[in-house]
């Protein structure tokens, strides 16, 4: 995936890009003596759409190669269809998205925002671009609230302001004994947090948020569904209709592929469901020996293990060199276009190449761990990193520490790297949102691969190794900080 064309912006630099643009809004009126000018001939302008999002799983978040996440995507496909390049202002919350919008200071609000009549007053909506069910969600260690009326007895709060306190509200006209609170200030990742940790009894939730928890949080369920739905959509301005008529034509067009990016990004990877001993042995039978000189090879350009590159190509594609996921990684090692280009892949459907790539990607990435964190966590940190970048890591590692934990412990970490996936921790890392459950997956599966291999493929006696030049680490930060860096 590629990255934007700018980073998002730092607040002051926002505010230095918002001076600019209503210089350039001022110099048309004065200039000319017209209404003001819509929001696309202003991006025209300024040369840069801007974008308000939020940080979050339903909308834009930092993976290891970049941003992603399926606002991010809409809107960068939506710049390229308008000839405008995207920039995305990061905001702490839905309602500054909507404010943003309002006020001019951003384009467009992309940020998983639901319609409502609230947010219409202030706001105008394109056309919707996702129908989601929605869900009463409880914690199956409890009993399961089976209708409306249960829930009156039960601690029940939504996020206020949303589509889930308006379908509650509507409810409650009709069902006098229901009772919950309208929250203001979180969002409903936060309240099913609440949910599985017994906080709360119930929350709502709509379907995509809800499969977001599956992985951290199985024991919430579904007790039963609300008559409403989320219409997804994007925040526009009042009085603009080519920037809405632009925006309906847009998501008129892609509206398949929508669903496919939909899919993407709330369906479990498959790559992270471990394939059991019996498997890897069968498999080490059937697939491995045409691989092992490769890997071998590369183990002894890098300074790597052989099995612990073997091991990650068994996690990625099951030693198929012709695997492509849904977000367009391929080949053995599994990698972006871009990582390929950075170690000199130029077919990563080719074995070897690829295998090549990923060792010299391993190796970059462990120089960049820090050398006095003793073996093995210090591989265990270096994989977490090859799949989730090592800034997340390091996010882990600034919370592990602050809790009194030890940074340079795996295990200590792999807590944490798993709590960048819950508000209550991603909102406080310095890079946001992860999907830390995935890196410590990883983790867990090429250990256990690991360890089949070492005692079926012994290490045979390696040749002299010739260090192959490893590129610097892209992800590494710019500058070492407290004792956990």
């Not at 500054?96 to 940020?111: E, F, I, K, L, S």
């Not at 920037?243 to 990004?265: C, G, H, K, P, Q």
């Amino acid at each position: 995936m590629a990255p934007p064309p700018h980073p998002p912006p730092a607040p002051r630099a926002f505010a230095l890009l918002w001076r600019t643009l209503l210089a350039l809004v001022a110099f048309w009126l004065l200039g000319t003596c017209v209404a003001r000018p819509g929001v696309l001939t202003q991006a025209r302008q300024l040369g840069v759409l801007i974008v308000a999002t939020h940080n979050s799983p339903t909308a834009y978040y930092l993976g290891a190669h970049g941003p992603e996440g399926p606002e991010y995507e809409l809107a960068m496909r939506f710049g390229e269809a308008v000839g405008v390049p995207v920039r995305f202002v990061l905001l702490p919350s839905v309602e500054a998205v909507m404010d943003a919008v309002a006020t001019g200071r951003a384009h467009v609000g992309a940020a998983g925002l639901a319609i409502t009549p609230e947010w219409r007053r202030k706001v105008e909506f394109s056309r919707p671009y996702q129908r989601v069910p929605l869900h009463v969600v409880y914690n199956e260690t409890a009993p399961r609230p089976a209708e409306l009326a249960a829930l009156a007895t039960r601690r029940v709060a939504v996020v206020a302001g949303t589509a889930h306190a308006l379908a509650l509200r509507s409810a409650a006209a009709h069902i006098p004994t229901l009772r919950y609170t309208e929250v203001p200030d979180l969002d409903t990742l936060d309240l099913l947090d609440r949910v599985w940790g017994g906080e709360l009894d119930a929350t709502v939730a709509d379907r995509n948020e809800l499969a977001l928890t599956h992985s951290h949080h199985p024991q919430l369920r579904v007790a039963f569904d609300l008559e409403a739905m989320d219409e997804l959509a994007w925040a526009l301005p009042h009085g603009d209709p080519e920037i809405e008529a632009r925006a309906n034509a847009f998501f008129a067009w892609i509206e398949a592929d929508t669903a496919a990016l939909i899919t993407r990004y709330y369906t479990p990877d498959e790559r992270f469901d471990y394939a059991g001993a019996r498997t890897l042995v069968r498999d080490a039978q059937d697939r491995l020996p045409a691989l092992r000189e490769d890997f071998e090879r590369s183990a002894n350009e890098s300074g790597e293990d052989w099995r612990l590159l073997a091991a990650i190509g068994y996690q990625e594609s099951r030693w198929l060199a012709d695997v492509v996921s849904a977000t367009g990684v391929r080949g053995i090692m599994m990698l972006t276009a871009d990582t390929a280009a950075t170690y000199g892949v130029a077919d990563r459907n080719d074995a070897a190449q690829s295998i090549r790539g990923g060792a010299r990607f391993l190796a970059a990435i462990r120089q960049t761990v820090p050398s006095r964190i003793p073996e093995p966590d210090r591989t265990w940190l270096a994989l977490a990193s090859y799949n989730i970048g090592y800034l997340h890591v390091e996010d882990a590692r600034v919370m592990a520490e602050t809790a009194g934990k030890d940074p340079d412990s795996w295990q200590d970490v792999r807590e944490y790297l798993q709590r960048l996936a819950q508000e209550p921790y991603y909102s406080r890392a310095k890079r946001g949102y992860a999907r830390g459950w995935e890196a410590a997956r990883f983790v867990d599966n090429v250990r256990s691969y690991l360890d089949v291999l070492n005692q079926i493929a012994p290490q045979a006696t390696p040749p002299a190794k010739v260090a192959a030049p490893v590129r610097p680490n892209p992800h590494a930060p710019a500058h070492k900080k407290r004792r956990a860096s």
